[in-house]
């Protein structure tokens, strides 16, 4: 009992600030949700009975932007699953130059999304940017990859997957040093072929990392933020805006704290519903239960 | 193939040093004649007001602050956490877990609100506060990790020779963490350094601003009249401190990262 007691004195500390960032805005969000609190209040915080919530329901640009989200935050996180499995195979073999290797790829993911969200912004500039100097040398013409609201996101989805694929990479790699080498090489000598131990071997050994990643880059993707800020600004026409960028909007630019509250809240739950209906479908085949057994 | 990675990892980034290299003349339209080449870029980033290296000293001071006080919390709460038993252990694990994956943005509007009522606004190392919690879940499951690693009996053999827990800590346990200790600071610090949302609304004061608000403040103009020359030099100034860090630590941080996902 003393040492159960000693351990939860030595956690508290840090359980104390963990609630009051992560657990008192979710409070406070769901108590500002129930009250006006705009500049016409003056910021102050009157109960309006669920106005806020059949606002949502009402909000064309929040149901837009939620199957923005989406489109972005799936695609984006299957790029990077697909790409990232590729990435850590090949530096899972062994190469000359390896270590550098590694350290050049993980580059992008330790470098602040503004940075180089600026960098794109100038590679897809119309007309001075390198993407469409090579365009033209090419013989074609400019392409607006920032300003063609039918393609924009598409680039911006692009943009991401650059920045964290060293990141899943470098997860599925570490799933992959778990593999003894003997049973690839056994599976070898009995005439597999790469594909067949990539599929019968690999591949489910890695289902839990692969899991992982996933659940952990589609929550941080339904979430994106600043990348979008920097990049489009949300445009063109409101093409790429992201939930957590109309939320922004609403709190800082509209000045109306409960229905931004609103807002952020209806992405939690949105992100609760993606991430659990994603665990039951691995669930559902099966996968989900090695990775129970993995953690 | 590893041309091919190289060339799609690096080539964003070689691009930007070679655009904060040339005359703003050359970046419009190829220059026919005359050196396109200028370090002007550089001297006009750094001869600005705030100067740029000012930013840059923000964010050190934010990473450091964040760094330290993140260890000084998450060390005894991955001891306590490692040696709870129970329900207790698995459920403050799980939500761990649950608040590394959760998207910080959405926290930003009630920090702001805490921010106002406590005069923490314009703080840089109010600032370190709520990085600090959003560095802990990671790092608190790195060090449990760690902890996990270390042979009991160490420990048991320290407490029969009388060591109180401060100094069990300290002088068995802790030297024994070292590279843990090592990856979890960097990855803390490379979070903190490039953390956008909440300091995009805690700081207002333009010397006060870290690196990414600083640079995304430069370039919220339209897309036709920014300077893209004086903004490359920003980026790649803004980029070289964390480049040396990834590079002479990558070691460090691969371990790290892989170490978490064994154990997560």
């Known amino acids: 009992m003393k040492n159960r007691t000693l351990s939860l004195l030595l956690m508290l500390p840090a359980l104390l600030l963990l609630a009051a960032v992560f657990l008192y805005p979710l409070l406070r969000y769901g108590w500002l949700s129930l009250h006006a609190s705009s500049v016409l209040t003056g910021l102050v915080p009157i109960p309006n009975g669920g106005a806020n919530w059949g606002r949502l329901l009402d909000d064309a640009r929040f149901w837009t932007d939620a199957g923005q989200t989406l489109r972005f935050a799936f695609c984006s996180v299957a790029l990077e699953l697909l790409g990232g499995l590729g990435l850590a195979l090949l530096l899972h073999r062994p190469l000359r130059g390896r270590g550098p290797l590694r350290a050049l790829t993980l580059l992008p993911w330790a470098l602040p999304t503004t940075v180089m969200a600026l960098g794109w912004r100038w590679i897809f500039n119309d007309p001075h940017g390198p993407l469409n100097a090579a365009l033209r040398s090419l013989g074609g013409s400019s392409y607006g990859f920032l300003s063609t609201p039918a393609t924009t996101w598409f680039f911006v989805v692009l943009a991401d997957v650059w920045k964290t694929l060293p990141f899943v990479a470098l997860l599925l790699l570490a799933g992959l040093q778990t593999i003894p080498a003997d049973l690839e090489e056994a599976l070898r000598l009995e005439g597999a072929t790469r594909l067949q131990i990539l599929r019968r071997l690999t591949l489910p050994l890695l289902v839990p990392y692969l899991t992982l990643a996933l659940l952990f880059r589609l929550a941080q993707a339904l979430g994106v933020f600043d990348l979008i800020q920097v990049l489009t600004g949300g445009g063109p026409a409101g093409s790429t805006e992201s939930l957590a960028l109309y939320a922004y909007l609403n709190a800082m630019r509209f000045l109306d704290f409960g229905y931004a509250s609103t807002v952020m809240l209806a992405t939690f739950l949105l992100l609760l519903v993606s991430l659990g209906g994603g665990w039951l479908l691995l669930r559902r085949h099966g996968l989900a239960r090695s990775t129970e057994r993995a953690a | ?264």
């Open chain 2, 1 to 264: 193939m590893r041309l091919l990675v190289l060339l799609w990892s690096l080539g964003p980034l070689l691009w930007q040093l070679r655009t904060s290299l040339l005359r703003p003349e050359a970046l419009v339209a190829p220059l026919l004649e005359g050196n396109p080449w200028t370090l002007a870029n550089y001297q006009l980033v750094l001869s600005g007001d705030p100067p740029f290296w000012q930013y840059l000293a923000n964010s050190t001071l934010v990473g450091l602050a964040t760094t330290l006080l993140t260890l000084l919390l998450a060390v005894p709460c991955a001891y306590g956490l490692q040696r709870l038993r129970g329900p207790m252990r698995w459920g403050v694990g799980l939500a761990l877990v649950a608040a590394a994956m959760f998207p910080t943005v959405l926290l930003f509007l009630a920090l702001l609100e805490i921010a106002r009522s406590f005069g923490l606004a314009n703080n840089l190392l109010a600032l370190s506060l709520p990085y600090t919690a959003l560095s802990l879940p990671l790092a608190v499951l790195l060090l449990r990790a760690a902890f996990a690693d270390l042979p009991g009996e160490l420990e048991d053999a320290a407490r029969l020779e009388g060591l109180g827990l401060g100094q069990r800590l300290r002088f068995v346990l802790l030297p024994l963490l070292g590279p843990a200790l090592a990856s979890t600071a960097i990855l803390v610090f490379l979070a903190s350094w490039n953390e956008y949302a909440i300091a995009l609304t805690w700081i207002s004061r333009s010397d006060l601003l870290t690196l990414p608000i600083a640079i995304a403040r430069i370039g919220g103009g339209s897309v036709f009249t920014i300077p893209y020359g004086a903004f490359a030099a920003a980026t790649v100034l803004g980029s070289l401190p964390l480049m040396l860090l990834v590079l002479l630590a990558q070691r460090s941080i691969v371990s790290g990262l892989t170490r978490g996902a064994v154990k997560g």
